[in-house]
């Protein structure tokens, strides 16, 4: 994850100073306007921002879950980080990749659900009911979020959404 991390961040960096200050443009195939890549320095600061505060909250819930699991309370912190590192991860990812592909603007890190989770996650350390609480909620707050924007992408390309069309071979 720590490998995956850093080279997001080499990502972002070389996105931004080889496309945006490059005045990288194209036009698109479907409705011919000239568009621009990336949103500029405040886009990019943002997203480095939430990346790295995501990845700061990380090692805190994982030092703690180790430290429990050490303490010999148990393996369930240890897999409720695990899980929940996943859920949030895959969340913010998410976010990421369909801002960046619908050119929309990155949400703000108080807008971040799997930055509120995390967050909880961290506050409520110790508790069972609760972490296990919070686990469940990122996992279904992620499911949510994949079945909505998935529904939404194939009602624009008016295609269905989870179904393969079957026709009887004659």
Request: proline residues 2%; contains cysteine; glycine residues 8%.
């Amino acid at each position: 994850m720590w490998f995956n991390f850093t080279r997001g961040i080499f990502q972002i960096i070389s996105h931004y100073f080889v496309h945006v200050s490059a005045n990288f443009e194209y036009e698109t195939d479907l409705s011919g306007k000239i568009m621009k890549e990336g949103q500029g320095i405040g886009f990019f600061v943002q997203q480095l921002v939430t990346v790295v505060t995501y990845m700061f909250l990380n090692l805190i819930c994982w030092s703690s879950a180790a430290a429990d699991a050490q303490a010999g309370n148990g393996p369930s912190a240890p897999i409720c980080w695990l899980i929940l590192t996943m859920y949030t991860f895959g969340d913010l990812m998410g976010h990421l990749l369909i801002c960046r592909v619908g050119q929309l603007k990155f949400p703000a890190l108080y807008r971040n659900r799997g930055f509120w989770l995390m967050c909880f996650f961290w506050l409520t350390f110790g508790h069972d009911f609760f972490m296990f609480a919070i686990t469940a909620a990122a996992v279904f707050s992620h499911t949510q979020y994949c079945v909505t924007m998935g529904r939404t992408a194939c009602e624009a390309l008016d295609i269905s959404f989870f179904t393969i069309p079957y026709t009887k071979d004659e």
